[in-house]
């Protein structure tokens, strides 16, 4: 409303200035009307440029109202000619709406019903209680550090997912970042390192360490130990990730380009200037699940006791039995796993990778939580879940399947003003989020967007306490499995309990697991993947 009420007096002021012009008789009256749009185009192009709310009139002064012109009268041409509110491109505008409603603190309700179509197979619904209750707060938190971890973290239950520099913004990194301070919850630094854009909003970090190694690297391109303790000791580091692969292109390594590293990337990265630098598939640190376990140890020891973990999307399910048996065999366990999900996104991934590769979350989660439970390892290992979460409802259906917290990526960067221009990969993104290119960056403004952060992640995890009143929950990740339905066929629906069953506490360990997981179990071995 201000900024409306802004934009209105400020034409105004335009209005009255030119009649004053031509009161007074200093410009001909049929000159002052060919001149004046010129001048009204001029002083809006003025005020585009120096307000700091939106990123599109910022970098797009006067053409960036075309845009909220079309967004203004889209519904009505979408509904009649394009497509419906929840179709998913990747993700759908109702989805998009409630996140930019939420963000800004402006009405998120919808009127005249559900838009869905409640009958179609696959839509999914969580049973009330015809006595609601009130979900206890403490639900939002979840502890993670398991039995040899000295400095435990106190997570929320949604939290920023990894987001390197490079691939986003300096400025939307560093609004990620205040944003996550403010709202209290954690910001994953993703694989390119720690930034001084992400220690400057002072959040919690986690620090992602991928198979480049960038933060903690020798010459050749190998783990350092010694510039990995520098910054794994960092009092803003909570939690270190190991990432072992990711949902958008999990198998797949990465190269960046000589010409788009600059000296700045090369310090945080600790790369050499003038050479492509490379994300092999695999890590070099180590090659058995024993050595991944010996790795997440070291890690732990040399940052102080700190929680560490992996992250992976599912891919061969004995590979992950390996993991688990070479945890029972050294008694080493990591501190949580996260879980990404094939259809995870990314800043720019092969379209094989991204349409064809790995397990989806649902699946994938459900499996790793299955594993860790019949292996007798759930109780001092934490999942987080990571992949397209906009609402309470999803943040519900992930614990339903076995995380105790989750984060997310895109949802957030549309809590920055992303407006999924689908341009992430050329570094041409015209809200300034992801983007290197300087003129674009800027119109993104830290002070504005950081609230929104918070905003967005605190709304929707009161929605996820207010379903759980609603729908009576005491034990989040027991019950809410059998509350949760899916509709399987045109007069079918059922719990996620009866379509994703649990296995018994150690089942794998004494065989009695079903048949497809004891044959891949037998099969699996803590000396190789």
């Known amino acids: 409303m201000l900024e409306k009420w802004s934009r209105t007096v400020f034409l105004v002021c335009m209005l009255l200035a030119a ?24 002083g809006l192009g003025c005020y585009d440029i120096l307000q700091p709310r939106h990123a599109i009139l910022r970098n797009f002064p006067i053409l960036g109202h075309f845009r909220f ?28 709406s409630v996140v930019y409603q939420r963000a800004k603190k402006t009405l998120d309700t919808i009127p005249f019903g559900t838009h869905r179509d ?47 520099f490079g691939a986003l913004s300096h400025n939307a990194i560093h609004a990620l970042s205040q944003g996550a301070k403010t709202g209290g919850f954690y910001h994953n630094t993703g ?4 930034s001084p854009y992400h220690l400057a909003g002072g959040a919690d970090l986690v620090w992602q360490i991928g198979t480049g190694y ?20 960092l009092p803003a580091v909570k939690m270190i990730e190991i990432k072992i692969s990711q949902g958008a292109k999990p198998g797949h390594g990465g190269i960046l380009p000589a010409s788009k590293v600059t000296p700045e990337i090369a310090a945080i990265r600790d790369v050499p200037l003038g050479q492509d630098v490379l994300s092999p598939p695999a890590h070099s640190a180590f090659s058995t699940p024993l050595e991944l376990l010996e790795f997440v140890a070291e890690l732990r020891r040399l940052s102080d006791g700190k929680p560490v973990g992996f992250k992976l999307c599912v891919g061969e399910m004995r590979e992950f039995f390996s993991i688990c ?7 080493i366990s990591p501190d949580f796993i996260t879980v990404d999900g094939g259809e995870g996104g990314t800043g720019a991934a092969p ?37 397209k979460i906009t609402t309470g409802f999803h943040l519900l259906t992930r614990m339903a399947l076995g995380a105790d917290a989750c984060c997310s990526a895109r949802a957030m960067m549309f809590s920055l003003g992303c407006i999924q221009a689908l341009k992430c990969n050329n570094n041409t993104c015209p809200t300034g989020v992801a983007t290197q290119t300087p003129h674009l960056a800027r119109g993104l403004v830290v002070a504005d967007k950081a609230p929104r952060v918070a905003n967005f992640q605190q709304a929707t995890v009161d929605a996820a306490l207010e379903l759980m009143g609603a729908s009576q929950n005491g034990d989040v990740r027991d019950n809410l499995r059998q509350k949760i339905y899916r509709r399987t066929g045109a007069a079918q629906c059922e719990p996620l309990a009866a379509i994703y069953p649990s296995l018994e506490r150690g089942s794998l360990v004494r065989k009695t697991a079903p048949e497809i997981y004891q044959k891949l179990w037998q099969q699996a071995a803590a000396e190789h993947f």
């Open 69 to 96: 012109l079309l967004e203004s009268i889209r519904p009505e041409i979408q509904q009649y000619f394009i497509e419906s509110d929840d179709e998913e491109h990747p993700f759908s505008r109702e989805k998009r």
């Open 325 to 331: 048996k070479a945890m029972l065999q050294s008694g």
């Open 118 to 164: 409640v009958y179609r197979i696959g839509y999914e619904w969580i049973n009330h209680s015809i006595r609601p209750g009130k979900a206890d707060p403490e639900k939002a938190w979840t502890l993670i550090g398991g039995p040899d971890c000295s400095q435990p973290y106190r997570a929320s239950i949604f939290n920023i997912s990894a987001m390197s």
């Open 191 to 194: 694989e390119g390192g720690i």
């Open 351 to 387: 379209l094989e990778f991204t349409n064809s590769v790995g397990f989806p979350l649902y699946d994938g989660l459900f499996f790793v939580h299955s594993a860790l439970v019949g292996a007798g390892l759930r109780d001092q290992i934490r999942i987080i879940a990571a992949g």
């Open 19 to 42: 009649g004053i012009v031509i009161s007074l008789g200093i410009v001909d009256r049929g000159i002052f009307w060919l001149l004046l749009p010129l001048a009204l185009l001029l």
């Open 214 to 233: 960038f933060g903690c690297r020798d010459r050749n391109g190998n783990f350092c130990s010694d510039t990995f303790r520098q910054r794994a000791t």
